[in-house]
């Protein structure tokens, strides 16, 4: 069930990327607002740094290629050491429950790519919970950009 409203995502493309190139060197930064409930993608050559707040949910993504197939990096900052077990667990939890819609709001936002180039909709998702305590610090699997598809 599609969590992700399409009136309430919106897409910049910085230079050097257009809707359909390139794929690699093409890198996607998510945020968000509390208070609207607004998702803000942009997508360019690197990560939109100037667009991340101090509490640090971003969700930062990429495109790599081995062996002639495409994966989709994406990585999450649970903490640096500065949040404590308490907050980091609570912050893991967070970006587990919301991570569908994040890549809903990826695979929607983004939508003319998938088109454009078929193969990245069975592109594995690779996501790196990046912690400094070992529990919270995992690398997960999340399905294919074709389970987040919201029709």
């Known amino acids: 069930m599609a969590r992700l409203n399409p009136d309430k995502i919106f897409v910049e493309y ?5 809707s359909t190139e390139p794929i690699l060197g093409r890198y996607y930064t998510l945020t ?3 208070e609207t409930g607004e998702l803000f993608l942009t997508i360019g050559e690197r990560y939109a ?3 991340i ?3 640090r949910d971003e969700v930062l ?3 790599v ?3 002639n197939k495409y994966y989709f990096y994406v990585y999450l900052y649970i903490d640096g050491g500065e949040f404590g077990e308490v907050k980091s667990a609570i912050r893991d939890k967070i970006f587990r429950k919301e991570l569908p819609l994040a890549l ?3 695979r929607y936002g983004d939508r003319e790519l998938f088109n454009v180039h078929l193969k990245l909709k069975i592109a594995p998702i690779i996501v790196f919970f990046n912690s400094y305590i070992p529990k919270y610090n995992k690398v997960n699997m999340w399905g294919i950009f074709k389970e987040y598809d919201i029709g």
């Open 14 to 18: 910085r230079q050097k990327v257009t």
């Open 32 to 34: 968000h607002s509390d």
């Open 49 to 51: 740094y100037d667009k």
């Open 53 to 55: 707040n101090p509490t």
């Open 61 to 63: 993504g990429h495109w």
């Open 65 to 67: 290629k081995y062996d």
């Open 104 to 106: 809903e709001a990826i």
